[in-house]
């Protein structure tokens, strides 16, 4: 089965390779002060008269989104309100929202909130111009109409969704990735001010999972030197601010730089995929609910460590332009551990989670499986679904991770939780 993912990883990367992302990339407006009092304008310029605003209850009543509002009503839009999103946005939330767009006859939505915000809103604008369930869109390019005009207003520094082709939506025991280009907001605002009151634990997890995003993709054998500027960025400006952002959140300069890795990050891995930490946190965000970006804390780590010699040269040259080690070191094998042992200092220095809540010893296998399955693009029968089969590439790979090797990793977690 490693040989026809190979075939299909190759497929994937020539077609990538071809790939000019910068023009699918939305309209963006990025300052450092006052940027979403531009919202009502962007939304005038791209023809929105009647906008659902999607977001979730607690952004709604810390006030974080009436700023916006204000924006579009001073624009003369009109303006409703959907706050239903909860962390892993599931089918019903889409349907959910999407109801109240059609019930009051929206013509664009405006996602404010962190990754669960904007992937349920990629959702519903998908899904209110062509009404299928959700499973049927789930998978490759399976969009037959443009979505709904977005924009998209992060208020965390984590997922990059404002700047990717993806949306991950959750039914019971699975998550469904949509991926296609259609997807991508055609408006994104930076607005550091948004996240300057994010809590301490949340800017940890989040920035975490844009450190993540910037790793995988630089990793990846589908990497560019365009998506290599936007991985190096996003990873010695993360490694610069994370920590003292989660210490003292009021750093506007800070925020902002932290926003810019994210989306540059969402770019890279649009561009080049993410690897094992993703599979691994999916399936373990899927059954036992464990937050994203700390998941994607928890495993990036062990899956460096798994890669070995693999991936030594690329994370020493990260840890040399983050400044980890001198510039001119020659010495990919140590560099490489520093900058591993740098991540594990952060996720220390920021109280991340390193057990898995619920998980046992005896679930370590069942995660093993969905998240292998995943990686190496195996969720569709051969036989039975062969179409899809081959259009799932699965995941790039310098290394590939056996079941038990897998496991194995997993299982690190479980025996710590059951302590």
Same mark, same amino acid.
């Given at each position: 089965m490693h040989l026809l993912h190979r075939v299909k990883s190759e497929l994937g990367r020539q077609a990538m390779s071809k790939l000019q992302y910068d023009?699918?990339?939305?309209?963006?407006?990025?300052?450092?002060?006052?940027a979403s009092s531009r919202l009502g304008a962007l939304?005038?310029?791209?023809?929105?008269?009647? *906008?659902? *605003? &999607?977001?979730?209850a607690v952004l709604l009543s810390l006030g974080i989104v009436q700023p916006c509002i204000k924006s579009l009503e001073d624009a003369g839009i009109h303006v409703v309100v959907?706050?239903?999103?909860?962390?892993?946005? %599931?089918? @019903?939330? &889409?349907?959910?929202?999407?109801?109240?767009?059609?019930? $009051?006859?929206?013509?664009?939505?405006?996602?404010?909130?962190?990754?669960?915000? =904007?992937?349920?809103? +990629?959702?519903?604008?998908?899904? *209110?111009v062509d009404p299928k369930p959700i499973e049927e869109i789930a998978g490759v390019m399976k969009l037959k109409k443009r979505p709904a005009?977005?924009?998209? =207003?992060?208020?965390?520094?984590?997922?990059?969704?404002?700047?990717? !082709?993806?949306?991950?939506?959750?039914?019971?025991?699975? +998550?469904?990735?949509?991926?296609?280009? +259609?997807?991508?907001?055609?408006?994104? =605002?930076?607005?550091?001010?948004?996240? &300057? #009151?994010?809590?301490?634990?949340?800017?940890?997890?989040?920035?975490?999972?844009?450190l993540t995003h910037a790793v995988e993709a !630089?990793?990846?054998p589908w990497g560019s030197s365009y998506s290599d500027e936007k991985c190096m960025y996003a990873v010695k400006t993360i490694?610069?601010?994370?920590?003292? *952002?989660?210490? #003292?959140?009021n750093s506007m300069q800070a925020r902002a730089a932290l926003l810019q890795a994210s989306y540059c990050g969402g770019i890279a891995v649009s561009c080049c995929g993410v690897g094992y930490v993703h599979s691994i946190a $999916? %399936?373990?965000?899927?059954? !036992?609910?464990?937050? $994203? @970006?700390?998941?994607?804390?928890?495993i990036l780590p062990h899956v460096l460590k798994f890669y070995g010699t693999s991936a030594h040269a690329k994370l020493a040259k990260l840890a040399r332009v983050s400044g980890l080690v001198h510039e001119n070191s020659k010495n990919d094998s140590k560099d490489a551990k520093v900058f591993i042992a740098k991540i594990e200092a952060m996720n220390k220095e920021m109280n991340l989670a390193t057990t898995v809540k619920g998980l046992l010893p005896s679930g370590c296998d069942e995660i093993a499986t969905l998240a292998l399955a995943e990686?190496?693009?195996?969720?569709?029968?051969?036989i039975f679904n062969f179409k899809e089969f081959i259009k799932d590439a699965g995941y790039p790979c310098i290394k590939y991770m056996s079941h038990n090797e897998c496991k194995q990793i997993v299982g690190q977690f479980a025996q710590a939780a059951r302590l």
């Open positions: 023009k699918f990339l939305p309209k963006l407006i990025a300052e450092e002060g006052g939304a005038t310029d791209l023809k929105m008269s009647h *906008v659902l *605003v &999607v977001t979730d959907f706050s239903g999103v909860l962390p892993d946005p %599931s089918i @019903g939330e &889409v349907m959910q929202g999407a109801s109240v767009y059609l019930e $009051h006859g929206c013509d664009g939505v405006v996602a404010i909130g962190g990754g669960s915000s =904007i992937d349920c809103a +990629k959702a519903i604008a998908a899904h *209110v005009k977005l924009i998209a =207003i992060p208020t965390t520094a984590g997922t990059g969704s404002e700047a990717t !082709y993806a949306a991950v939506i959750s039914s019971p025991g699975r +998550k469904f990735l949509i991926t296609d280009f +259609k997807m991508i907001p055609r408006g994104a =605002i930076l607005d550091p001010r948004l996240s &300057v #009151n994010l809590p301490a634990p949340v800017t940890a997890a989040t920035g975490m999972d844009a !630089y990793l990846s490694m610069t601010h994370l920590v003292p *952002v989660f210490q #003292n959140g $999916h %399936s373990l965000g899927g059954i !036992y609910h464990t937050p $994203h @970006g700390e998941a994607n804390a928890m990686a190496h693009g195996e969720q569709h029968s051969m």
